[in-house]
């Protein structure tokens, strides 16, 4: 998409032998972890973990196969790999992608590459190394037509074997130029509408109402949260806003700061928290590190990002509706004082809570996906689920769930 949108020369890659793309921390019991990484990592006890990792991994290769149909992420990872993982590494990677709280998110809905690994070859290990026994495509991917063809960009990030990337005017960028692509091919975009509600017509057409005025539409696309969609539905599909309730989201405070002449104790992408040593801290990213690009007119400066609240948000800082910037940007400023040891004030910051952003799939997600899927192909009704609240909550998944929605609708493309 990045290509077709031409924006493959502003693409900032950060490739595998980056350290942004080889060191990994967690902060545990006060103080900053790398990772291990590499087999001989493996067989050597590293902090914070109290015994080498082998063992975690032969206990994988060991223990029988779950047979629930669904399970928390920390009950799947105690089972397989044992309490250390499950509280400290699995419990952390939860909230750096999810901001949720493992004993409540569904590894069958979160990581279902996982989850089929376990049923397909009993061992999790077993199942990454011999693959699930799928075409390949399953998953966040999706369909192989909905790929399409390769881009000579997405071979180079695959030769490089990028970790991560970003644009050179900053991810907006990205929606920027597909709405200008869509402008120019006439398609008319709302932007900053709202939607009130939406209504069955007698022809069978929908009506939407936005804040200024009516449209009508045979198909609708909706890549509202599932909680917001549920609110414009119309009272003949209560059954259908009902399950789409049932997917909540969780609220992240955002704390973007920059320092002038100070120095980061570690280089790596940025470090993890668990939640046992600390609810409301998620983790610290290091923006400069990855993105030195961004850093503007100051080009030695340091930035960083740290993520607070998530499924913790509430019992943490109350309503995010009413959280105050004062008290979440103190709050960061103490952590990066406390686990990065930076003693100045930040020469810029900046907060932002953004509000039931990220949607967590919590046990038994993957029923109400079904029943929801169920009700639209029972009604026939003329509505695509797309957006972070289904299947993947990452931007990858989301472009996928809409190709998929388009398949569906006209065919393969291309
Ligand atoms: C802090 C943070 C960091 C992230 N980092 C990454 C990352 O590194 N990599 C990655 O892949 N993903 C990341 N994500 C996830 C990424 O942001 C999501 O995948 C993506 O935004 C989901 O897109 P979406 O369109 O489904 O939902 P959203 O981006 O949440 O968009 C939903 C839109 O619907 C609008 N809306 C709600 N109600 C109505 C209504 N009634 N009428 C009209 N509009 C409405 C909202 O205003 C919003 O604009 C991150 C998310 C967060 C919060
Ligand atoms: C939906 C929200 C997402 C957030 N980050 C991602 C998504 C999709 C992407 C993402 N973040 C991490 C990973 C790697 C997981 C793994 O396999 O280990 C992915 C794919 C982990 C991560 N996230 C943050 C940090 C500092 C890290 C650690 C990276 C590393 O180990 O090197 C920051 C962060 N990103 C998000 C949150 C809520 C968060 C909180 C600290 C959102």
Redesign the pocket.
């Known amino acids: 998409m990045v290509s077709e949108l031409g924006l493959a020369d502003a693409v900032l890659p950060v490739p595998g032998d980056h350290p942004a793309s080889r060191n990994r921390f967690l902060y545990v019991a006060g103080a900053l972890h790398k990772l291990p990484s590499g087999l001989g990592a493996l067989l050597r006890t590293v902090p914070p973990f109290s015994r080498a990792l082998l063992w975690s991994g032969l206990r994988d290769l060991l223990a029988p196969a779950g047979t629930e149909p669904d399970e928390s992420i920390h009950a799947f990872a105690l089972r397989r790999f044992g309490r250390e993982v499950a509280d400290i590494a699995v419990d952390s990677v939860c909230r750096g992608v999810f901001?949720g709280d493992c004993r409540a998110l569904s590894v069958r809905s979160c990581f279902p590459l996982l989850f089929r690994a376990e049923r397909r070859r009993r061992s999790v290990l077993l199942g990454l190394a011999l693959g699930s026994g799928e075409r390949r495509g399953g998953g966040g991917g999706g369909d192989p037509h909905t790929r399409g063809a390769e881009s000579g960009l997405s071979r180079r990030a695959r030769a490089e074997r990028w970790s991560?990337w970003s644009l050179r005017g900053g991810m907006e960028t990205l929606p920027e130029a597909l709405a200008e692509f869509l402008r120019e091919r006439g398609v008319e975009l709302r932007c900053h509408?709202?939607?009130?509600s939406l209504r069955r017509r007698h022809d069978g057409r929908w009506e939407l109402t936005l804040a200024d005025g009516t449209v009508t539409a045979d198909h609708v696309v909706s890549?509202?949260?599932a909680a917001?969609l549920a609110?414009?539905l119309p009272a003949e599909a209560a059954v259908l806003a009902q399950e789409l309730r049932r997917i909540p989201a969780v609220s992240?405070a955002?704390v973007n700061l920059q320092y002038e002449g100070a120095a980061l104790p570690v280089t790596g992408f940025g470090h993890l928290v668990p939640s046992l040593e600390d609810g409301a801290l998620l983790g610290i990213v290091y923006d400069s590190v990855a993105f030195p690009q961004h850093n503007g007119a100051a080009a030695a400066s340091l930035r960083l990002t740290v993520?607070l609240g998530g499924a913790w948000f509430e019992q943490s800082f109350g309503d995010p509706a009413a959280a105050a910037p004062e008290l979440l940007l103190h709050r960061a400023q103490a952590a990066v004082r406390e686990q990065l040891g930076l003693e100045p004030a930040p020469t810029r910051s900046i907060v932002r809570v953004?509000q039931a952003?990220?949607p967590q799939y919590t046990l038994g997600h993957w029923q109400r996906t079904e029943h929801i899927g169920r009700f639209l192909a029972e009604h026939r009704l003329p509505l695509s689920l797309?957006?972070?609240?289904y299947s993947g909550?990452?931007?990858?998944?989301?472009i996928a769930s809409a190709k998929v929605a388009v398949e569906r609708l006209l065919g393969p493309q291309r």
């Open positions: 901001a991560q509408q709202r939607l009130r890549a509202l949260p917001a609110e414009a992240v955002v993520m953004h952003c990220i797309i957006g972070a609240s909550v990452s931007v990858n998944d989301c």
